[in-house]
C-alpha cells in the first residue's frame, strides 16, 4: 500500500509559478510510474503531466505543455510538478497519482492508478 501526500498549493497570481510535491510512504515510488492530475469545480478530473518509472518518459496535457515540468527524487520518494507561467484556467485542485510496476509508457486515464493523494488547491488571480 502506498499513501501520497501532496503539498505546495496555494494563490498565486497570473504568471507566477509553485511547485507541487508529492510525498510517498509506505512503499517505494521507484518501480511505480506516476502521474499528476486536476479538476476544477463542475469539471471531470484530468491528466496534466505523467512520468514512467524509470524516468525516461514523460507526457504533458497540450494545456501545459512548456509551462510544467513533472520530476521525482527516488531517494526523497517524491515526486514534484513545477508550474511556471501559470493561468487562471489552472486552478483547480491538483492530485498525485501512482501506480503500475514498471510502467513503460504513461498513462493518461485516472483509472490505470489505484493509489491517490487528497489533493492540493491551486487558485491563480488574474
Known amino acids: 500500500q502506498v499513501q501520497l501526500v501532496e503539498s505546495g498549493g496555494g494563490l498565486v497570481q497570473a504568471g507566477g509559478s509553485l511547485r507541487l510535491a508529492c510525498a510517498a510512504s509506505?512503499?517505494?515510488?521507484?518501480?511505480?510510474?506516476v502521474g499528476w492530475f486536476r479538476q476544477a469545480p463542475g469539471k471531470e478530473r484530468e491528466f496534466v503531466a505523467g512520468?514512467?518509472?524509470?524516468?525516461?518518459?514523460?507526457s504533458y496535457a497540450d494545456s501545459v505543455k512548456g509551462r510544467f515540468t513533472i520530476s521525482r527524487d527516488n531517494v526523497k520518494n517524491t515526486v514534484y510538478l513545477q508550474m511556471n507561467s501559470l493561468k487562471s484556467e489552472d486552478t483547480a485542485v491538483y492530485y498525485c497519482?501512482?501506480?503500475?510496476?514498471?510502467?513503460?509508457?504513461?498513462?493518461?486515464?485516472?483509472?490505470?492508478?489505484?493509489?491517490w493523494g487528497q489533493g492540493t488547491q491551486v487558485t491563480v488571480s488574474s
Open positions: 512520468m514512467t518509472w524509470s524516468g525516461d518518459r514523460t
Open positions: 509506505g512503499r517505494t515510488l521507484s518501480s511505480s510510474g
Open positions: 497519482a501512482a501506480g503500475g510496476v514498471r510502467r513503460t509508457v504513461v498513462r493518461l486515464n485516472p483509472n490505470d492508478y489505484p493509489y
